[in-house]
C-alpha cells in the first residue's frame, strides 16, 4: 500500500520545513519530484539528497506569488515528465499583525504568498491532470486556518488558511469528474525556518503544553504519512477533506 513508483509528485515550498520533508517521504515510496522555490541554491541540494534515494528530482525556481513563473513551472514539468500526478501546495509565508495594526501591504503580501498562490499553482497544474484523468492535489493549510488563537496576532494568515480549507472543498467538487481529489492538511505546531524563533520561547513552549493535548510540537517527518496517504491510489475515495496533523489541538 502507498506506493508511489510511476508517480510525478510536485511539492512547492521544498527548499525547507516541511516541503523538504514532504518531497524526502515521496521519493521514499518512489515517486519523481519536481520541487520548487525561489531559493535555487537549496533547491539544488535537496535536490542531489532526492537523487540520492533512487527516483528523479527536477528543482525549479519559483515564486509561487508570480504567474508567469507559475505558468512557466508547470510548462517545465510536463516537458520533462509529460504528465503530474501529485501537487503539493505547500509554500506559505507571513507577516503577522493583528486586524487594529496590519497594513494593506502586508494583508496583501500574506493573502498573496499563503492563499492566492494556491489558486495559481493550481489553476497551472491541474489542467494537465485533467488531460490524463488522474490528479491527487493536497493543499497545506493550518490549525489556525480553523480557529483564531490567543499566542499571538496574525489575522491575515488565519484569513489565508482559512481560504485554503475552502478552496480546497471548491476545487474538490469541480474537478471530481475528472478523476482529480483535492485535500487539505492542516499542521498543528512544527519546528521549522517559519516558526523556530516563536515556538522556542518559554512562553510560547508553556502555551503549547497546555493547549496541545500531546504536549509537544509535531517533529520532522510527522506530517508525511498523511501527505503520503492523500497522494496514494489507496485514497481514491477521498476528497474536500481536512486532516489536521496537530497533536490534538483543534480537538479540545
Ligand atoms: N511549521 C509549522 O508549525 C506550520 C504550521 C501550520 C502550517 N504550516 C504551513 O506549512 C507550510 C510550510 O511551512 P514551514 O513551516 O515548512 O516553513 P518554511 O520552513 O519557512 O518553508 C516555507 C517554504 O515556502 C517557500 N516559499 C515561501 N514563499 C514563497 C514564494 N513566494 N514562492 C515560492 N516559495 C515560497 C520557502 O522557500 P524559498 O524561501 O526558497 O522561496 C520555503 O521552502 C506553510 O504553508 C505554512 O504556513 C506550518
Same mark, same amino acid.
Not at 3 to 15: E, I, K, N, P
Not at 157 to 184: D, M, P, Q, W
Given at each position: 500500500?502507498?506506493?508511489?513508483?510511476?508517480?510525478?509528485?510536485?511539492?512547492? +515550498?521544498?527548499?525547507?520545513?516541511?516541503?523538504? %520533508?514532504?518531497?524526502?517521504?515521496?521519493?521514499? %515510496?518512489?515517486?519523481?519530484?519536481?520541487?520548487?522555490?525561489?531559493?535555487? #541554491?537549496?533547491? #539544488?541540494?535537496?535536490?542531489?539528497?532526492?537523487?540520492?534515494?533512487?527516483?528523479?528530482?527536477?528543482?525549479?525556481?519559483?515564486?509561487?506569488?508570480?504567474?508567469?513563473?507559475?505558468?512557466?513551472?508547470?510548462?517545465?514539468?510536463?516537458?520533462?515528465?509529460?504528465?503530474?500526478?501529485?501537487?503539493? !501546495? !505547500? @509554500?506559505?509565508?507571513?507577516?503577522?499583525?493583528?486586524?487594529?495594526?496590519?497594513?494593506?501591504?502586508?494583508?496583501?503580501?500574506?493573502?498573496?504568498?499563503?492563499?492566492?498562490?494556491?489558486?495559481?499553482?493550481?489553476?497551472?497544474?491541474?489542467?494537465?491532470?485533467?488531460?490524463?484523468?488522474?490528479?491527487?492535489?493536497?493543499?497545506?493549510?493550518?490549525?489556525?486556518? %480553523?480557529? +483564531? !488563537?490567543?499566542?499571538?496576532?496574525?489575522?491575515?494568515?488565519?484569513?489565508?488558511?482559512?481560504?485554503?480549507?475552502?478552496?480546497?472543498?471548491?476545487?474538490?467538487?469541480?474537478?471530481?469528474? &475528472? !478523476?482529480?481529489?483535492?485535500?487539505?492538511?492542516?499542521?498543528?505546531?512544527? #519546528?521549522?525556518?517559519?516558526?523556530?524563533?516563536?515556538?522556542?520561547?518559554?512562553?510560547?513552549?508553556?502555551?503549547?503544553?497546555?493547549?496541545?493535548?500531546?504536549?509537544? &510540537?509535531?517533529?520532522?517527518?510527522?506530517?508525511?504519512? @498523511?501527505?503520503?496517504?492523500?497522494?496514494?491510489?489507496? @485514497?481514491?475515495?477521498?476528497?474536500? %477533506?481536512?486532516?489536521?496533523?496537530?497533536?490534538? &489541538?483543534?480537538?479540545?
Amino acid at each position: 500500500m502507498f506506493d508511489l513508483h510511476g508517480r510525478v509528485a510536485v511539492v512547492t +515550498g521544498a527548499s525547507s520545513g516541511l516541503g523538504l %520533508q514532504m518531497a524526502k517521504g515521496f521519493a521514499k %515510496q518512489g515517486a519523481d519530484l519536481a520541487i520548487m522555490a525561489r531559493r535555487i #541554491e537549496k533547491l #539544488e541540494k535537496v535536490a542531489e539528497d532526492i537523487r540520492a534515494l533512487g527516483v528523479r528530482c527536477l528543482p525549479i525556481q519559483c515564486d509561487v506569488t508570480d504567474t508567469n513563473a507559475v505558468n512557466k513551472a508547470a510548462d517545465e514539468v510536463i516537458k520533462f515528465y509529460g504528465k503530474v500526478d501529485i501537487l503539493v !501546495n !505547500n @509554500a506559505g509565508a507571513s507577516k503577522n499583525a493583528g486586524v487594529l495594526d496590519m497594513t494593506d501591504e502586508d494583508w496583501m503580501f500574506t493573502l498573496s504568498a499563503d492563499l492566492t498562490s494556491v489558486f495559481k499553482v493550481t489553476r497551472a497544474f491541474a489542467k494537465h491532470m485533467v488531460e490524463k484523468k488522474y490528479g491527487r492535489i493536497i493543499n497545506i493549510a493550518s490549525i489556525y486556518g %480553523q480557529v +483564531g !488563537n490567543t499566542a499571538m496576532d496574525t489575522v491575515a494568515y488565519h484569513s489565508s488558511k482559512g481560504g485554503v480549507i475552502n478552496f480546497t472543498r471548491a476545487v474538490a467538487a469541480e474537478l471530481a469528474k &475528472y !478523476n482529480i481529489t483535492c485535500n487539505t492538511i492542516s499542521p498543528g505546531y512544527f #519546528e521549522t525556518e517559519l516558526t523556530a524563533d516563536t515556538l522556542n520561547t518559554e512562553a510560547f513552549t508553556k502555551f503549547m503544553e497546555a493547549s496541545v493535548p500531546l504536549r509537544r &510540537y509535531g517533529r520532522e517527518g510527522e506530517l508525511n504519512p @498523511a501527505a503520503i496517504f492523500l497522494a496514494s491510489d489507496e @485514497a481514491s475515495y477521498i476528497t474536500g %477533506q481536512n486532516i489536521k496533523v496537530d497533536g490534538g &489541538y483543534t480537538s479540545v
